[in-house]
């Protein structure tokens, strides 16, 4: 296992748990207690958790706690993937779309990359910047400037102003949080403006979301759950969860 698996598997367990000990996870993944403790403060450098004398627990975030891409680039890998790979086939050749920042539509981009003639608007640099590096002709890509976040995006009155002129087929919405009384959630007051701008842009909104979102509460609202569209997830939603958005929602998806 390489040290980002590793170091995800251990978050996961934090998050499960409310904490760990560095022995039981140097038995368990069969490394030294040095190498659990280079972990921990890996993970620790990036605030996502708190290390304690044997250990280390999980932080308790707060409603504007915005952590940056690369601290989310590595939580729920292999659910983005799969989150991502389905939100995929919704997108076919020549229409436009637009991504919002995060790590989810961001592995998403990655997979959109070969489809012929599309138009991709983003206010996430690292989205633009996959496609840039793809270099495909027959795709236009529109980043729409800004003023840059913590988590890489584009935000404030030149993306709006840049987005309001706009109408785009599709919507992917990553969010921080999700709940049946605050909707889809932000930690960044002017990210939801921009992302906010972008609904109102796009015919379809298609909300991409992992379970650890569901009753994760960010400062400022970007949608209602029942202006989603689709909503695309994982297995490890709650069965409450399941349900509420069940019932506000067109369609919910659920990805092994």
């Excluded at 969010?175 to 909707?183: A, I, N």
């Excluded at 609904?199 to 379809?204: C, I, P």
């Amino acid at each position: 296992m390489l040290a980002p698996q590793r170091q995800a598997a251990i978050l996961d367990r934090v998050r499960a748990t409310g904490g760990v000990r560095v022995t039981d996870l140097a038995t368990e993944f069969g490394v030294s207690d040095m190498t659990i403790r280079r972990d921990l403060e890996a993970l620790a450098d990036r605030g996502l958790l708190a290390k304690v004398h044997g250990g280390a627990t999980s932080m308790q975030p707060g409603s504007t706690d915005e952590p940056g891409f690369a601290a989310k680039s590595i939580r729920q890998q292999a659910e983005k993937a799969g989150i991502a790979a389905r939100a995929a086939e919704i997108v076919t050749p020549g229409i436009a779309i637009a991504l919002s920042a995060g790590t989810t539509t961001a592995e998403l981009a990655r997979r959109l990359t070969d489809v012929p003639g599309l138009t991709v608007v983003t206010n996430s640099i690292p989205v633009a910047d996959i496609f840039y590096r793809a270099g495909r002709p027959d795709q236009i890509v529109v980043l729409t400037g800004g003023v840059r976040t913590p988590s890489d995006a584009l935000v404030g009155p030149v993306a709006v102003n840049a987005i309001r002129t706009l109408h785009l087929d599709v919507l992917f919405l990553g969010v921080h949080g999700m709940s049946e009384r605050t909707g889809f959630t932000t930690p960044n007051l002017m990210e939801a403006d921009t992302n906010r701008a972008l609904v109102a842009a796009a015919e379809r909104l298609v909300v991409l979301a992992d379970h650890t979102k569901w009753g994760t509460v960010g400062i400022s609202s970007m949608a209602a759950l029942n202006e989603a569209h689709t909503v695309v997830t994982d297995a490890g939603l709650p069965a409450a969860g399941q349900a509420i958005l069940t019932e506000h929602v067109a369609e919910l998806v659920i990805v092994s």
